[in-house]
């Protein structure tokens, strides 16, 4: 068995224009630009760390998004540490005319789904406290899938 303090460190992608996805991730998102690598790497954190995102052109400057049907990255997921900034953050794509492809509520978190521009899933959402999720009589996790009420997310607000 994998330690239970094992985690996802970052991801790295692949983009077509480096600078086109450090608008997206820093300029949209919010996430700091840590460093760059010449023209061709780049690497992007919140709250202090060495990097969450990388992000290179090594191999696919000037690519194409992914193909529909074809293996890879599903989708990269951000986890924000409360309700009210994943309300700020549906807020700034909003404002950058950023379209959802989905949102949902699974019982354990609310979530938003989206394409960076270069056309990789990405998730944005909020997990609720443990002893809210949903389970069955026998105590078992049950996720569910069910639509998303934006407007009451909207109506939160992150404290002053």
């Known amino acids: ?14 983009v077509a224009d480096l600078e086109r996805a450090i608008a997206f991730y820093q300029g949209v998102l919010g996430f700091e630009l840590k460093q760059k690598l010449g023209a061709g790497a780049a690497f992007l954190a919140a709250g202090g760390y060495h990097h969450h995102i990388g992000l290179n052109t090594w ?41 959802l492809e989905g949102a949902a509520d ?11 521009p270069d056309g990789n899933g990405v ?4 997990d609720r406290p443990e ?12 996720m569910v899938v069910l639509p998303l009420d934006l ?10």
């Open 1 to 14: 068995m994998i330690d239970p303090g094992a985690r996802i460190g970052h991801v790295h992608l692949k």
């Open 59 to 99: 191999e696919s400057a000037g690519g194409d998004p992914p193909a529909q049907g074809a293996t890879g990255l599903y989708h990269l997921a951000i986890l924000y540490p409360s309700r009210a900034a994943l309300a700020d953050a549906l807020r700034k794509l909003e404002a950058a005319n950023i379209p």
């Open 106 to 116: 699974h019982g354990v978190s609310e979530a938003l789904y989206l394409r960076d």
């Open 123 to 126: 998730e944005l959402y909020w």
């Open 131 to 142: 002893e809210l999720w949903p389970r069955d009589p026998s105590g078992n996790l049950k």
């Open 151 to 160: 407007e009451s997310l909207l109506s939160e607000n992150l404290p002053s």
